[in-house]
């Protein structure tokens, strides 16, 4: 079992820079792969960034390549999105979630998610 509370989200100009932070309990956090998902009003969720147990692959959203880097500490079993250059169009709840596959794509390959955290920036 893995439980997960992301934080850091928040109210942020266009042009900003917001980092965002995921905590896992218990002692097999370094077993899964991480991923970043969001989900703004009236759309699907989506993959923003994921990483595999050993950050050593790294996998990206084509809308925010290039501006956001996701990155681990399995010492503190904690997952990050740096999130830079943000826009309007990054506003959404932004989840993060752990799955025992290598670094999935898909939101359904994912096992256990948080309650997510509010992300808006305005123009």
């Known amino acids: 079992q893995v439980q997960l509370v992301e934080s850091g989200g928040g109210s942020m100009q266009d042009g900003g820079s917001l980092r965002l932070s995921c905590a896992a309990s218990g002692r097999t956090f370094s077993r899964y792969a991480m991923g970043w998902f969001r989900q703004a009003p009236g759309k699907e969720r989506e993959l923003t960034a994921v990483i595999n147990w050993s950050g050593t692959l790294t996998y990206y959203g084509d809308s925010v390549k290039g501006r956001f880097t996701i990155s681990r500490d399995n010492a503190k079993n904690t997952v990050y999105l740096e999130m830079n250059s943000l826009k309007a169009e990054d506003t959404a709840v932004y989840y993060c979630?752990?799955?025992?596959?290598?670094?999935?794509?898909?939101?359904?390959?994912?096992?256990?998610w948080g309650q997510g955290t509010q992300v808006t920036v305005s123009s």
């Open positions: 979630a752990a799955s025992i596959f290598t670094a999935p794509r898909i939101a359904p390959e994912y096992e256990y």
